[in-house]
């Protein structure tokens, strides 16, 4: 019955029959048995085949994200198993949010490589929410992200502390200036993070917190190119000291520290809510505490 299920999984996320078919190394016909048979003992129609693309039907979501959860907890047991009598070993997939995932991530990693040669990381960077939503559909082992999370499914686990400052380029008008006004803040053009990003939440905390609202705003999705912008003098920011250390180091990018604006955030480790984790998971875990 698993292989049933993970070809309609496969179908779903493939939104076709032929991508699904190539994706499994299955033939057409072959994939369409499996959801017919599976269809037939459900005694519901799963999948909706009236748009170009296959989109299931509401019965078929029930059945996606159950499917998806046994599956993952079927593949954990194996792991957890084979653990027992063996050295920490296998795949281990890691969300991390940008800020945490390009400036923290990889030196964790390449401890984690030296010390445990067989575990296999893969590592996704996206925003906050999209690292949560993933952990909850078990499509990743572990997540790390700051900001405020909503998935019932999830427990974060707060480990390490962020603080943010106000970031402008060496030779902007604001790092020049001796003593920076609220007014001089709010009429600065502004560059900022997507919205579903953690680094976007604390910015707009701290505009709430300030009782400004910038009216020049420009939205970009990287904190690389944030940092790009800025340092050639394209505007302000509000970004994690975590992230601009070089840059501090070397002369390219000036802090406006305006004590009212500084914002304090937790990094936090996110796992779904299960009885046991894999090893690997729990050494990563482990490693995250102890090294950030």
Do not use: C
Not at 57 to 74: F, L
């Amino acid at each position: 019955m698993n292989d049933t299920y993970k070809v309609f999984i496969t179908v779903v996320e493939q939104k076709g029959f032929s991508k699904a078919a190539e994706s499994l190394y299955m033939t057409q016909p072959a994939v369409s048995q499996y959801i017919k048979s599976l269809e037939s003992k459900m005694g519901v129609q799963l999948l909706d085949r009236n748009y170009k693309k296959i989109v299931p039907t509401k019965a078929g979501e029930i059945v996606y994200e159950h499917a998806k959860q046994m599956i993952g907890h079927q593949d954990t047991m194996y792991h957890l198993i084979h653990e027992l009598f063996n050295e920490p070993k296998g795949e281990l997939s890691i969300g991390a949010s940008y800020t945490f995932g390009e400036y923290v991530l990889p030196r964790i990693i390449a401890k984690m490589r030296k010390e445990y040669p067989s575990i296999h990381p893969s590592i996704n960077i996206g925003n906050t929410q999209d690292i949560a939503k993933q952990v909850a559909n078990m499509e990743l082992d572990i997540g790390i992200v700051e900001g405020d999370v909503d998935e019932p499914s999830i427990n974060p686990h707060p480990f390490a502390e962020d603080e943010m400052k106000i970031v402008a380029s060496i030779n902007h008008p604001l790092a020049k200036k001796e003593h920076v006004t609220l007014s001089d803040v709010e009429q600065a053009i502004w560059i900022t993070r997507e919205r579903g990003s953690g680094t976007r939440e604390a910015t707009e905390r701290m505009f709430h917190n300030l009782s400004i609202s910038p009216i020049e705003r420009m939205e970009f999705g990287s904190t690389q190119i944030i940092k790009e912008s800025v340092e050639a003098g394209l505007g302000v920011t509000f970004l994690s000291l975590w992230t601009i250390r070089k840059e501090i180091a070397m002369d390219s990018l000036a802090i406006i520290d305006i004590p009212e604006a500084t914002l304090k955030r937790s990094f936090s480790i996110l796992l779904r809510q299960k009885p046991m984790h894999t090893k690997a998971t729990t050494i990563f875990q482990q490693l995250i505490q102890s090294n950030t």
